[in-house]
């Protein structure tokens, strides 16, 4: 990583600003301005998230705003309401309040004697959602967006829902809000109100899993949001970022396919990080390659970004399982287009515990299957954020409950490219039930890593918005769509489907264990594969903006701790986020945040999964003090999910406020 100190453009910092809406409202910003734009105004660059920009995204801003700002753009990154130093009351992600702001930030911004009035969005998660968002409403004056880590569906691929199945994530991510809503401004920013803005936000932000787990079937709650309702709204070119270990990169497969106007995508093999600072590696010049997109649409410069393929991705070769990765090994591939042009499937039918290459008709082979809870401990996490280990242990360790399907030796190297396909012909003896279906490279030493993944909420078959109860014993055509992915398999290897009946606690089990049949000539394995070629895509190496000092006064803990308790049958998967004690000297605030989180179960039964989270945050200059504790507990019985919260502020060590919840929210098909 190469940091750059010596920019064509000398920059003006700005540390605060308080930007007006058109309530009265006040969002909080911090700008970096080139000097230059003061007698010539230049381009504007605006990212747009609830982290916190004082102390909580501050350092990865540093390395990125800066660096475009002495490039010849003013970079605003800004506070959304409710969140950070921003004034208001931050309730729920992406709501009409917070787009219709961001389009008054616009506003705002088109109007500043520094701005030419050509502005682009760039944001990772929270940031790359809502630019696509206000891409849709079309205001006049954003011209490109840069969207990295996001999503065009709110329910089918975000943090809540996959194949219509609850995701372990959906009690992390809210635990996550839980914790940042319940901090309050600086008061250097905000000055004497910062209390009254403080429990103005532990009164009201809420439990925002309540209202995820209210919504479990896709409605408006989640269209709203959803660009994919309409991709037609989004007119502007837009770059689409993601890595193979985040848990968006299929967004960019579809926002290539059906975004009207110029778009280009790009997977390296990261996980939930922008690419300049991509773990794991490689990391690239991603910054390099921003500018490039913001010199051509919002300055009008050819830069030959244009003539870029459609889509570049990371075609990963194949390794050892293992729970993290400092450098995953490949090379970078292209498509002119997405879709290519000519696709290209091996199809795979499934025998008794085979995978076979055949067009002849096979015997109609009836397996049973019936998975243990244990299916899933060693999963990883939805969203890889980098946090190691969350990456998928070796496979032997879930195939052991699951049905396999194994090919033979690969004969020759084979290149996937896309996302495989699993058609599957079954009946349950549950009204309610799931399937998670992994494909695997198996190595001659018969390590298994896994390589991509989907899962089905089977009374979803037809349809996420209006699921219906399975009929016990009656068949069904199942199509499940894994996760899309490039990858190497070497001569020598072997494919492995496996498929299970639970997958927690990357997905909560359903209400009982369920014994699926399944019939083998109904099922088959499409793979998407592409014939290797020689290509020369290179990317500058990764370079930066120096952030400001941290010092880290308490070493932080990252594990992942697999408990098996013998003699009570109780298992337990414990993470932990332990991000230590640490003092941003810019601020002069000493920081401290670890959270932990317990998924665990007893025995065999379904209707014991729990799930539980802690977060302690901490907040100290002088003789100000300020420290909150959340915690959050789901659990279940065969009708509905018991939700459980506490929330505790402390001023020093005098607790001021304090609240607890309890809810009651039935399952719906879940």
């Known amino acids: 990583m190469?940091?750059?100190?010596?920019?064509?453009?000398?920059?003006?910092?700005?540390?605060?600003?308080?930007?007006?809406?058109?309530?009265?409202?006040?969002?909080?910003?911090?700008?970096?301005?080139?000097?230059?734009?003061?007698?010539?105004?230049?381009?504007?660059?605006?990212?747009?998230?609830?982290?916190?920009?004082?102390?909580?995204?501050?350092?990865?801003?540093?390395?990125?705003?800066?660096?475009?700002?002495?490039?010849?753009?003013?970079?605003?990154?800004?506070?959304?309401?409710?969140?950070?130093?921003?004034?208001?009351?931050?309730t729920d992600e992406y709501l009409q309040q917070e787009l219709d702001d961001g389009v008054a930030v616009l506003d705002w911004l088109e109007e500043q004697p520094w701005c030419s009035g050509e502005i682009g969005m760039i944001g990772i998660s929270w940031g790359g959602f809502n630019g696509l968002q206000i891409a849709a409403m079309q205001p006049p004056q954003l011209r490109a967006v840069v969207s990295v880590c996001s999503t065009d569906d709110r329910y089918a691929d975000d943090v809540?829902?996959?194949?219509?199945?609850?995701?372990?994530?959906?009690?992390?991510?809210?635990?996550?809000?839980?914790?940042?809503?319940?901090?309050?401004?600086?008061?250097?920013?905000?000055?004497?109100?910062?209390?009254?803005?403080?429990?103005?936000?532990l009164e009201n932000s809420g439990l925002w899993?309540?209202?995820?787990?209210?919504?479990?079937?896709?409605?408006?709650?989640?269209?709203?949001?959803?660009?994919?309702?309409?991709?037609?709204a989004v007119k502007i070119p837009v770059m689409a970022v993601s890595g193979w270990a985040d848990g968006y990169s299929n967004a960019v497969f579809r926002l290539l396919e059906e975004l009207p106007g110029e778009r280009i995508g790009l997977i390296g093999p990261w996980s939930h990080k922008y690419p300049h600072i991509g773990v794991p590696g490689p990391a690239i010049g991603f910054l390099q390659e921003c500018l490039r997109w913001w010199e051509q649409w919002l300055k009008g410069k050819e830069t030959g970004i244009r003539d870029e393929p459609m889509l570049r991705v990371w075609m990963l070769d194949s390794m050892a399982p293992s729970t993290s990765y400092h450098q995953r090994y490949g090379r970078w591939i292209s498509e002119g287009v997405w879709p290519p042009k000519s696709r290209q499937e091996r199809i795979y039918n499934f025998s008794p515990y085979r995978l076979v290459e055949t067009n002849e008709d096979s015997e109609d082979v009836e397996l049973t299957l019936q998975s243990p809870l244990s299916n899933g401990l060693f999963a990883g996490k939805w969203c890889s954020y980098s946090n190691t280990p969350d990456l998928p242990h070796d496979q032997r360790e879930e195939d052991g409950g699951a049905l396999t399907f194994t090919s033979e030796p690969l004969e020759e190297a084979l290149e996937i490219l896309g996302a495989p396909i699993v058609d599957l012909e079954l009946s349950a003896s549950q009204p309610v039930a799931m399937i998670a279906v992994r494909l695997s490279d198996m190595r001659p030493d018969n390590k298994v890593t896994r390589i991509s993944y989907g899962l089905l909420n089977l009374t979803h078959h037809i349809s996420h918005a209006s699921p219906e109860p399975l009929t016990p014993a009656q068949r069904y055509r199942n199509r499940v769509q894994l996760n899309g992915i490039a990858q190497t398999l070497p001569r020598g290897h072997r494919i492995r489907i496996a498929i299970s009946t639970s997958y927690f606690p990357l997905a909560w089990p359903p209400p009982k264990s369920t014994q699926l049949k399944i019939h083998t000539r109904g099922c088959r394995l499409a793979l998407p594969v592409r014939s290797p070629r020689d290509e020369n895509i290179r990317f500058p190496d990764a370079e930066m903006t120096a952030s400001g000092r941290k010092k880290q006064f308490r070493k932080g803990r990252h594990d992942w701790r697999v408990i098996r308790e013998l003699d009570r049958d109780i298992s337990t998967l414990e993470v932990i986020n332990d991000n230590g004690i640490y003092y941003l000297e810019d601020v002069d605030l000493t920081i401290e945040h670890c959270v932990n989180e317990w998924y665990s179960y007893h025995a065999d039964d379904f209707s014991s999964a729990r799930g539980e989270t802690l977060s302690t945050r901490a907040y100290r200059r002088g003789n100000w003090h300020i420290k909150t504790v959340t915690r959050t507990t789901l659990t279940c019985d065969e009708k509905n999910f018991y939700l459980d919260a506490e929330l505790d502020a402390f001023e020093g060590t005098r607790r001021v406020y304090s609240r607890n919840w309890n809810r009651i929210i039935a399952r719906q098909l879940v």
Not at 57 to 73: I, K, N, Q, V
Not at 160 to 186: I, K
Not at 209 to 222: C, G, N, S, V
């Open 2 to 90: 190469k940091i750059v100190d010596n920019l064509p453009e000398q920059v003006r910092h700005i540390e605060h600003q308080w930007i007006p809406m058109h309530d009265g409202t006040r969002l909080a910003a911090r700008l970096w301005i080139p000097e230059s734009a003061y007698n010539v105004p230049v381009p504007a660059i605006f990212e747009y998230i609830p982290y916190r920009k004082r102390d909580g995204s501050r350092l990865r801003d540093e390395t990125m705003h800066p660096y475009f700002a002495g490039h010849g753009y003013a970079c605003i990154r800004v506070d959304i309401r409710g969140s950070g130093d921003s004034e208001g009351i931050l």
């Open 160 to 201: 809540h829902y996959m194949g219509g199945c609850l995701l372990g994530d959906n009690l992390s991510w809210a635990s996550t809000m839980f914790s940042y809503n319940s901090l309050p401004p600086d008061p250097e920013i905000v000055g004497g109100r910062w209390r009254e803005m403080w429990f103005q936000r």
């Open 209 to 232: 899993l309540e209202t995820w787990l209210q919504h479990q079937h896709r409605d408006a709650y989640w269209r709203h949001g959803s660009i994919c309702e309409d991709f037609s």
